[in-house]
Antibody, heavy 120, light 107 residues
Framework: EVQLLESGGGLVPPGGSLRLSCSAS????????MSWVRQAPGKGLEWVST????????FYAEAVRGRFSFFRDNSKNTLYLHMNNLGAGDTALYFC?????????????WGQGTLVTVSS | DIQMTQSPSTLSASVGDRVTITCRAS??????LAWYQQKPGKPPKLLIN???SLQSGVPSRFSGGGSGAEFTLTISSLQPEDFATYYC?????????FGQGTRLEIK
């Protein structure tokens, strides 16, 4: 069964950086679009970024563009979200989500999430 | 970005009721719409994709409809385990957006 496991969350001061990881089992990243979705405490879901499996193209929400970088290591079947210049608005539970396809896709599997708290 | 507006934000209902949640897109998205159910402390669970296609293992009391810019999620007979928050999501482009959520609570 597909499993996604996020890690790397924690407490970081404003302006700091953090790298999240998402390790995946069973499937090959190259065939699917993979995404990060976040959820601030008590709030709704917010799409953050997508990495297209077939060519590694990346897409970012305006709120994080220029600060976040999404990349993958195929040899480790692991995805990474590098986050810079973090602010209070980035405090959230970050989910890794698998697309059911490689393009125009919904998310059929989700990890349990890793919590990022930006605070001094 | 395409804006997704769900209504109502909160819905109070009883076991056995039929309920409908609406999701409107700020522009046409064909049928590239998904519905998710989320319970406290859990990740979202995919219920429906392509506006009306029921995900494997999801009970048949859930159904989705619509195309273009207006969509619905209907639960034909509420069960106790259905009380949760529901989100719609458009994926007509890579710049994905979610609705703000509908909290379904017990009356």
């Amino acid at each position: 069964e597909v499993q996604l496991l996020e890690s790397g969350g924690g407490l970081v001061p404003p302006g700091g950086s953090l790298r999240l990881s998402c390790s995946a089992s069973v499937f090959n990243f190259s065939n699917f679009a993979m995404s990060w979705v976040r959820q601030a405490p008590g709030k709704g879901l917010e799409w953050v970024s997508t990495l297209r499996g077939i060519d590694g193209s990346t897409f970012y929400a305006e709120a994080v563009r220029g600060r976040f970088s999404f990349f993958r290591d195929n040899s480790k079947n692991t995805l990474y979200l590098h986050m810079n210049n973090l602010g209070a608005g980035d405090t959230a539970l970050y989910f890794c989500a698998k697309g059911s396809g490689s393009y125009k896709t919904e998310f059929d599997y989700w990890g349990q999430g890793t919590l990022v708290t930006v605070s001094s | 970005d395409i804006q997704m507006t769900q209504s109502p934000s909160t819905l109070s209902a009883s076991v056995g009721d039929r309920v409908t949640i609406t999701c409107r897109a700020s522009q046409g998205i064909s049928v590239y719409l998904a519905w998710y159910q989320q319970k406290p402390g859990k990740p979202p669970k995919l219920l429906i994709n392509k506006a009306s296609s029921l995900q494997s293992g999801v009970p048949s009391r859930f159904s989705g409809g619509g195309s273009g810019a207006e969509f619905t999620l209907t639960i034909s007979s509420l069960q106790p385990e259905d009380f949760a928050t529901y989100y719609c999501q458009q994926y007509n482009s890579y710049w994905i957006t979610f609705g703000q959520g509908t909290r379904l609570e017990i009356k």
